[in-house]
């Protein structure tokens, strides 16, 4: 299947500083990627819808100007978390699709843990 | 607006034995796609199965096979003969044409295998 992936893996931060989460789809070029939070035993929460060469669309109570999403290329997206606090810590996931129609698969990366100390 | 229910929070089986996992969604969309995804303690999500819904097959990829009824809005993931390493979590996702094509997820199963 196709790859998608996302790097680093694992961060530790110090409070107040930023910090970058790259997506990768390795093998074919997605139009749209999605980057998802999840807190622990819980599901995937959809932040933000990006796609390639226009603004990410948020979801409501996501503040864009602390998670910046650019979507620079057909295999890249970034998710910067800005002046990160503890409560920031949590798995960060993208996802990337190749097409917009609903039969289209949607392949994940390996995901991010991010702690914010 | 579009939901997944999954209502089984954790589910046991026995090793080798069958085990269904539930999920029941609603949509307006006509045209739609759901997916079952398998998420172990890594983190990762490791997508399973497909299913359309103007196919008129279930879908299935290996032991897994996909009961969907289109009537009753459920598309239950059915697990064959269960392995250890089938024990994780399960998600069952819609993607409709509702706000952009994004996918939304049900809250989850999470699967204990046993030996």
């Known amino acids: 299947g196709a790859v998608v992936s996302q790097h680093p893996s694992r961060v530790i931060c110090k409070s107040g500083t930023s910090v970058k989460i790259e997506c990768r789809s390795l093998?074919?070029?997605?139009?749209?990627m999605f980057w998802y939070r999840q807190f622990p035993k819980q599901s995937l929460m959809l932040m933000a819808t990006s796609n390639e060469g226009s603004k990410a669309t948020y979801e409501q109570g996501v503040e864009k100007d602390k998670f910046l999403i650019n979507h620079a290329s057909l295999t890249l997206s970034t998710l910067t978390v800005t002046s990160a606090h503890p409560e920031d810590s949590s798995f960060y996931i993208c996802?990337?699709?190749?097409?917009?129609?609903?039969?289209?698969?949607?392949?994940f990366g390996e995901g991010s843990w991010l702690t914010v100390v | 607006a579009q939901k997944i229910t999954q209502t089984q929070p954790g589910m046991f089986v026995q090793e080798k034995e069958a085990v269904t996992l539930d999920c029941t969604y609603d949509t307006s969309d006509p045209s739609y796609g759901l997916f079952w995804y398998k998420q172990p303690s890594s983190g990762e999500m490791i997508f399973l199965i497909y299913?359309?819904?103007?196919?008129?097959q279930n879908a299935t990829e290996g032991r897994y096979s996909l009961n969907f009824q289109k009537a009753r809005k459920s598309a239950n993931l059915v697990i064959s003969a269960s392995q250890l390493g089938d024990s994780a979590m399960y998600f069952c996702?819609?993607?409709?044409?509702?706000?952009?094509?994004?996918?939304?997820f049900g809250a989850g199963t999470r699967l204990f295998v046993k030996a």
């Open positions: 996802s990337a699709t190749s097409g917009t129609g609903a039969g289209n698969t949607i392949y």
């Open positions: 093998d074919f070029q997605a139009t749209t």
């Open positions: 996702a819609m993607r409709g044409n509702t706000g952009g094509f994004k996918t939304i």
């Open positions: 299913q359309g819904s103007y196919d008129q």
